[in-house]
Protein backbone atom coordinates (compact mmCIF):
# COMPACT_ATOMS: atom_id res chain seq x y z
CA UNK A 1 0.00 0.00 0.00
CA UNK A 2 1.41 3.64 -1.22
CA UNK A 3 1.77 6.63 1.66
CA UNK A 4 -1.89 8.22 1.57
CA UNK A 5 -0.31 11.27 1.32
CA UNK A 6 2.16 10.71 -1.68
CA UNK A 7 -0.92 8.97 -3.59
CA UNK A 8 -3.09 12.20 -2.94
CA UNK A 9 -0.14 14.06 -3.97
CA UNK A 10 0.30 11.82 -7.11
CA UNK A 11 -4.01 12.19 -7.89
CA UNK A 12 -3.92 16.04 -7.33
CA UNK A 13 -0.59 16.15 -10.39
CA UNK A 14 -2.74 14.21 -12.24
CA UNK A 15 -5.96 16.36 -12.18
CA UNK A 16 -4.20 19.37 -12.53
CA UNK A 17 -1.93 17.68 -15.82
CA UNK A 18 -3.33 16.82 -19.50
CA UNK A 19 -2.53 12.73 -19.36
CA UNK A 20 -0.88 10.24 -17.02
CA UNK A 21 2.70 10.78 -18.74
CA UNK A 22 2.46 14.43 -18.05
CA UNK A 23 1.97 14.05 -14.64
CA UNK A 24 4.71 11.32 -14.13
CA UNK A 25 7.32 14.07 -15.53
CA UNK A 26 6.27 16.33 -13.42
CA UNK A 27 6.63 14.50 -10.50
CA UNK A 28 9.73 12.48 -11.83
CA UNK A 29 8.07 9.30 -11.90
CA UNK A 30 6.73 6.51 -13.86
CA UNK A 31 3.01 7.28 -15.29
CA UNK A 32 2.70 2.81 -14.30
CA UNK A 33 3.80 4.66 -10.86
CA UNK A 34 1.00 7.74 -11.35
CA UNK A 35 -1.61 4.62 -13.02
CA UNK A 36 -1.14 2.47 -10.16
CA UNK A 37 -1.52 5.35 -7.19
CA UNK A 38 -5.19 6.58 -9.02
CA UNK A 39 -5.79 2.79 -9.05
CA UNK A 40 -5.50 2.38 -5.54
CA UNK A 41 -6.93 5.47 -4.68
CA UNK A 42 -10.21 4.19 -6.66
CA UNK A 43 -10.38 1.19 -4.88
CA UNK A 44 -9.67 2.73 -1.53
CA UNK A 45 -12.96 5.56 -2.66
CA UNK A 46 -15.15 2.95 -4.13
CA UNK A 47 -15.54 5.83 -7.22
CA UNK A 48 -14.18 6.26 -10.60
CA UNK A 49 -12.18 9.57 -10.31
CA UNK A 50 -10.89 9.70 -14.27
CA UNK A 51 -12.67 8.51 -17.32
CA UNK A 52 -9.64 7.02 -19.57
CA UNK A 53 -9.71 5.87 -23.12
CA UNK A 54 -6.18 5.95 -25.64
CA UNK A 55 -5.81 9.85 -26.09
CA UNK A 56 -6.72 11.34 -22.90
CA UNK A 57 -7.87 11.45 -19.38
CA UNK A 58 -11.02 13.40 -17.90
CA UNK A 59 -11.52 13.63 -14.30
CA UNK A 60 -14.77 12.90 -13.22
CA UNK A 61 -17.34 15.11 -11.35
CA UNK A 62 -16.43 12.88 -7.64
CA UNK A 63 -12.77 13.63 -8.43
CA UNK A 64 -12.88 17.12 -9.08
CA UNK A 65 -14.70 17.32 -5.84
CA UNK A 66 -11.88 14.67 -3.66
CA UNK A 67 -9.08 16.84 -6.03
CA UNK A 68 -10.15 20.12 -4.07
CA UNK A 69 -10.07 19.05 -0.58
CA UNK A 70 -6.94 17.03 -1.17
CA UNK A 71 -5.28 19.68 -2.62
CA UNK A 72 -6.40 21.67 0.55
CA UNK A 73 -5.35 18.73 3.08
CA UNK A 74 -2.19 18.97 0.86
CA UNK A 75 -1.10 22.63 1.75
CA UNK A 76 -2.03 22.49 5.22
CA UNK A 77 0.60 19.47 5.93
CA UNK A 78 3.11 21.16 3.48
CA UNK A 79 2.55 24.37 5.87
CA UNK A 80 2.97 22.38 8.76
CA UNK A 81 6.32 20.92 7.59
CA UNK A 82 7.86 24.04 6.72
CA UNK A 83 7.27 26.26 9.84
CA UNK A 84 10.00 27.95 10.93
CA UNK A 85 11.96 27.26 14.08
CA UNK A 86 13.61 29.87 16.16
CA UNK A 87 17.28 27.97 15.02
CA UNK A 88 16.22 26.98 11.33
CA UNK A 89 19.58 25.07 9.93
CA UNK A 90 21.41 26.27 7.00
CA UNK A 91 19.77 24.45 4.05
CA UNK A 92 22.29 26.14 1.75
CA UNK A 93 25.51 24.81 3.49
CA UNK A 94 27.35 21.09 3.42
CA UNK A 95 28.66 18.48 0.58
CA UNK A 96 27.14 17.66 -2.78
CA UNK A 97 28.85 14.81 -4.30
CA UNK A 98 27.82 14.71 -8.15
CA UNK A 99 29.94 12.06 -11.03
CA UNK A 100 29.66 12.46 -14.21
CA UNK A 101 31.99 11.26 -17.25
CA UNK A 102 35.31 13.10 -17.55
CA UNK A 103 34.99 14.76 -21.42
CA UNK A 104 31.38 15.48 -20.87
CA UNK A 105 32.31 16.62 -17.25
CA UNK A 106 35.15 19.20 -17.81
CA UNK A 107 33.12 20.90 -20.74
CA UNK A 108 29.69 21.70 -19.38
CA UNK A 109 29.79 20.10 -15.67
CA UNK A 110 32.64 22.13 -14.42
CA UNK A 111 31.33 25.27 -15.48
CA UNK A 112 28.15 25.19 -13.91
CA UNK A 113 29.20 23.81 -11.13
CA UNK A 114 31.61 26.55 -10.27
CA UNK A 115 29.41 28.98 -10.98
CA UNK A 116 27.02 27.53 -8.78
CA UNK A 117 29.65 27.69 -6.38
CA UNK A 118 29.82 31.32 -6.43
CA UNK A 119 26.46 31.86 -5.65
CA UNK A 120 26.36 29.07 -2.77
CA UNK A 121 30.22 29.47 -1.04
CA UNK A 122 28.82 27.51 2.32
CA UNK A 123 28.29 24.62 -0.19
CA UNK A 124 31.20 22.05 -0.93
CA UNK A 125 30.80 20.06 -3.68
CA UNK A 126 33.19 16.54 -4.74
CA UNK A 127 32.76 16.19 -8.17
CA UNK A 128 34.30 12.76 -9.65
CA UNK A 129 34.87 12.57 -13.22
CA UNK A 130 35.09 8.83 -14.02
CA UNK A 131 33.95 7.00 -16.97
CA UNK A 132 32.94 4.11 -14.63
CA UNK A 133 29.07 3.55 -13.72
CA UNK A 134 28.91 4.50 -9.94
CA UNK A 135 26.76 3.11 -7.96
CA UNK A 136 25.09 6.29 -6.61
CA UNK A 137 22.94 3.97 -3.90
CA UNK A 138 26.05 2.61 -2.09
CA UNK A 139 28.40 5.22 -3.09
CA UNK A 140 26.47 8.28 -1.19
CA UNK A 141 26.90 10.14 -4.60
CA UNK A 142 23.90 12.73 -4.85
CA UNK A 143 23.71 13.72 -8.76
CA UNK A 144 24.89 11.60 -11.20
CA UNK A 145 24.90 12.61 -14.82
CA UNK A 146 24.43 9.68 -17.69
CA UNK A 147 24.16 8.53 -21.17
CA UNK A 148 21.96 5.92 -23.04
CA UNK A 149 19.70 4.86 -20.12
CA UNK A 150 18.95 4.34 -16.50
CA UNK A 151 18.78 0.85 -15.14
CA UNK A 152 15.90 1.11 -12.57
CA UNK A 153 13.26 3.31 -11.21
CA UNK A 154 15.52 3.94 -8.05
CA UNK A 155 16.46 7.85 -9.34
CA UNK A 156 14.48 10.76 -9.71
CA UNK A 157 15.54 11.73 -13.57
CA UNK A 158 15.11 14.11 -16.02
CA UNK A 159 16.44 13.98 -19.80
CA UNK A 160 18.24 17.16 -20.34
CA UNK A 161 19.55 17.22 -24.07
CA UNK A 162 20.61 14.70 -26.53
CA UNK A 163 24.17 13.68 -27.78
CA UNK A 164 24.75 13.07 -31.56
CA UNK A 165 26.97 11.09 -32.95
CA UNK A 166 29.29 11.45 -36.12
CA UNK A 167 31.84 9.12 -37.69
CA UNK A 168 34.25 11.47 -38.96
CA UNK A 169 38.33 11.87 -40.09
CA UNK A 170 40.47 14.60 -41.69
CA UNK A 171 40.51 16.01 -45.15
CA UNK A 172 44.23 15.09 -45.02
CA UNK A 173 43.39 11.74 -44.35
CA UNK A 174 40.95 11.16 -46.72
CA UNK A 175 42.67 12.10 -49.73
CA UNK A 176 46.11 10.06 -48.26
CA UNK A 177 43.34 6.55 -48.17
CA UNK A 178 40.04 7.79 -49.16
CA UNK A 179 36.88 6.75 -47.20
CA UNK A 180 34.68 3.88 -46.47
CA UNK A 181 31.34 4.39 -48.41
CA UNK A 182 29.52 1.40 -46.05
CA UNK A 183 29.84 0.28 -42.96
CA UNK A 184 31.09 -2.92 -44.09
CA UNK A 185 34.43 -0.96 -45.61
CA UNK A 186 35.22 0.28 -42.05
CA UNK A 187 37.53 -2.68 -41.62
CA UNK A 188 39.56 -1.33 -44.40
CA UNK A 189 40.47 1.46 -43.38
CA UNK A 190 42.34 3.18 -40.04
CA UNK A 191 40.77 3.70 -37.06
CA UNK A 192 40.92 4.46 -33.38
CA UNK A 193 38.23 3.28 -30.68
CA UNK A 194 37.46 4.00 -27.23
CA UNK A 195 38.20 1.28 -24.88
CA UNK A 196 34.82 0.89 -22.09
CA UNK A 197 36.53 1.10 -18.72
CA UNK A 198 33.78 -1.49 -16.81
CA UNK A 199 34.04 -4.28 -19.62
CA UNK A 200 37.55 -3.76 -21.31
CA UNK A 201 36.07 -4.03 -24.49
CA UNK A 202 35.51 -1.35 -27.83
CA UNK A 203 33.08 0.60 -27.62
CA UNK A 204 30.90 -0.16 -31.07
CA UNK A 205 29.65 3.24 -33.35
CA UNK A 206 25.73 2.83 -33.72
CA UNK A 207 24.41 3.74 -37.01
CA UNK A 208 20.77 4.03 -38.22
CA UNK A 209 18.08 0.55 -38.33
CA UNK A 210 20.06 -0.27 -34.92
CA UNK A 211 22.85 -1.46 -37.04
CA UNK A 212 26.38 -1.59 -35.65
CA UNK A 213 30.03 -2.05 -35.44
CA UNK A 214 33.20 -2.28 -33.61
CA UNK A 215 36.19 -1.42 -34.47
CA UNK A 216 38.51 -4.75 -35.22
CA UNK A 217 41.91 -4.06 -34.81
CA UNK A 218 42.17 -0.26 -34.77
CA UNK A 219 45.60 1.66 -35.27
CA UNK A 220 44.82 3.94 -32.29
CA UNK A 221 42.98 2.81 -28.92
CA UNK A 222 42.40 4.55 -25.54
CA UNK A 223 40.05 4.43 -22.70
CA UNK A 224 40.18 8.53 -22.47
CA UNK A 225 37.50 10.08 -25.01
CA UNK A 226 39.66 13.21 -25.05
CA UNK A 227 42.61 11.56 -26.26
CA UNK A 228 41.03 9.80 -29.00
CA UNK A 229 39.29 12.75 -30.11
CA UNK A 230 42.96 14.11 -30.16
CA UNK A 231 44.28 11.31 -32.55
CA UNK A 232 41.28 11.42 -34.84
CA UNK A 233 41.90 15.20 -35.35
CA UNK A 234 46.06 14.24 -35.53
CA UNK A 235 44.77 12.08 -38.52
CA UNK A 236 45.47 8.86 -37.38
CA UNK A 237 42.79 7.25 -38.01
CA UNK A 238 39.20 7.59 -38.57
CA UNK A 239 36.68 7.94 -35.19
CA UNK A 240 33.09 7.77 -33.79
CA UNK A 241 32.94 11.22 -32.09
CA UNK A 242 30.22 13.21 -29.76
CA UNK A 243 28.60 16.50 -31.68
CA UNK A 244 29.75 18.73 -28.65
CA UNK A 245 33.43 17.42 -29.78
CA UNK A 246 33.03 16.97 -33.49
CA UNK A 247 30.49 20.03 -34.48
CA UNK A 248 32.89 22.83 -34.56
CA UNK A 249 35.34 20.67 -36.53
CA UNK A 250 32.57 19.83 -38.87
CA UNK A 251 31.77 23.47 -39.08
CA UNK A 252 35.53 25.00 -39.56
CA UNK A 253 36.72 22.07 -42.29
CA UNK A 254 38.87 21.04 -39.72
CA UNK A 255 36.69 17.69 -39.81
CA UNK A 256 34.93 15.55 -42.62
CA UNK A 257 31.55 12.86 -41.87
CA UNK A 258 31.81 9.88 -43.73
CA UNK A 259 28.85 7.88 -43.99
CA UNK A 260 26.63 10.18 -43.88
CA UNK A 261 23.45 8.02 -45.48
CA UNK A 262 24.09 5.91 -42.48
CA UNK A 263 23.42 8.73 -39.76
CA UNK A 264 24.08 7.69 -36.31
CA UNK A 265 21.97 7.08 -33.32
CA UNK A 266 21.39 9.54 -30.57
CA UNK A 267 22.35 9.37 -26.93
CA UNK A 268 20.38 10.34 -24.52
CA UNK A 269 21.58 12.45 -21.09
CA UNK A 270 19.79 12.34 -18.18
CA UNK A 271 20.75 14.21 -14.56
CA UNK A 272 19.50 12.29 -11.88
CA UNK A 273 19.68 11.63 -8.37
CA UNK A 274 18.85 8.55 -5.77
CA UNK A 275 15.34 8.50 -4.53
CA UNK A 276 15.97 7.54 -0.61
CA UNK A 277 13.21 10.04 1.58
CA UNK A 278 13.57 13.56 1.80
CA UNK A 279 16.07 15.53 -0.65
CA UNK A 280 18.70 18.58 1.38
CA UNK A 281 17.60 21.98 -0.34
CA UNK A 282 21.04 22.34 -1.74
CA UNK A 283 20.80 19.29 -3.75
CA UNK A 284 17.41 20.13 -5.27
CA UNK A 285 19.18 23.40 -5.85
CA UNK A 286 21.74 22.54 -7.51
CA UNK A 287 19.71 19.68 -9.79
CA UNK A 288 17.85 22.15 -10.96
CA UNK A 289 20.52 24.78 -11.75
CA UNK A 290 22.07 22.12 -13.64
CA UNK A 291 18.92 20.85 -15.72
CA UNK A 292 18.80 24.95 -16.75
CA UNK A 293 22.35 25.16 -17.62
CA UNK A 294 22.52 21.70 -19.57
CA UNK A 295 19.31 22.73 -21.68
CA UNK A 296 20.51 24.49 -24.38
CA UNK A 297 23.78 22.95 -24.83
CA UNK A 298 25.15 21.81 -28.78
CA UNK A 299 25.96 18.50 -28.61
Known amino acids: MQNKLEMLRIFCTAAESRNFKEAAK ?82 FIIPAVTAFAKLYPKIRIDCVLTDTHSDVIDERIDIGIRFGFLPDNRYVAREVCKIHFFAVGTPQLIEEVGAPVTIEELDHFPLTALIDYNSGRYWPWSFSHGRNYTPNKPRFSTDDLDTEFQAVCDGVGFGYMPGYLAIPHLRDGRLVQILENDLASNWHVYLYRPQRGPTALRIRRLFDFLVDALSDIET
Do not use: H
Request: proline letters at 5%; a positive charge; aromatic letters at 4%.
Open 26 to 107: SLGISPQAVTRAIKELEQQRGEILFYRNTRQIKITTDGERLALSAREAIDRVESILNEKTSTPPDEMSGLIRITVAPSFGRR
